[in-house]
């Protein structure tokens, strides 16, 4: 009787372990969705970015060309 009741708390410990390691692998999830995100966002500021000198010299090139 003693047996199955230190049985039922070993599993028990094992289900509280095993609900901590889970929740740690959650966090890191979210952490990592998180990081993907923020990234994505980077590149896309970039590529406007980038973008927008294009733009921007293109225009300074017609500019010049009118003035000429």
């Known amino acids: ?6 049985d039922e708390n070993n599993k028990l410990q094992e289900v509280v ?3 901590g390691m889970l929740d740690e692998i959650l966090m ?3 952490v990592m969705v998180i ?5 994505k966002q980077v590149n896309t ?5 980038e ?3 294009e733009m921007i010299m293109s225009e ?3 500019m010049q060309d009118e003035n000429n």
């Open 1 to 6: 009787m003693a047996s199955n009741h230190l």
């Open 45 to 49: 500021l970039r590529k406007a970015t």
């Open 60 to 62: 300074k090139e017609k």
């Open 17 to 19: 372990d095993n609900i």
């Open 51 to 53: 973008m927008s000198r």
């Open 28 to 30: 890191r999830l979210k």
């Open 35 to 39: 990081l993907d995100t923020v990234i």
